[in-house]
């Protein structure tokens, strides 16, 4: 489904992103396909709360951590804003 969606100009065209963001895209997708699954698994198993609602918060949840430890911030500073 990540190959069709990239080839089918989902995330723009195939023509403008290049062969190496068609290709990390691809991988994302596919790395998050796979998390989804084992975590389905994992809470399937008895560790989680016990319904597919608590596999979409945990993915939720999991998103922001990454998204948080990964994302970029900003400072304000008296010269301007410096971003980290």
Do not use: R
Request: proline residues 2%; contains cysteine; aromatic residues 10%.
């Amino acid at each position: 489904m990540a190959v069709v969606g990239v080839y089918s100009g989902l995330y723009g065209p195939t023509e403008y992103l290049g062969i190496v963001n068609c290709v990390l895209i691809v991988l994302q997708l596919v790395g998050a396909g796979v998390i989804i699954v084992l975590m389905d698994e994992l809470l399937q198993k008895g560790s989680g709360l016990g319904n597919a609602v608590s596999l979409f918060i945990s993915a939720n949840i999991f998103g922001q951590i990454v998204w948080e430890c990964l994302s970029f911030s900003s400072i304000q500073s008296p010269e301007g804003n410096a971003e980290f």
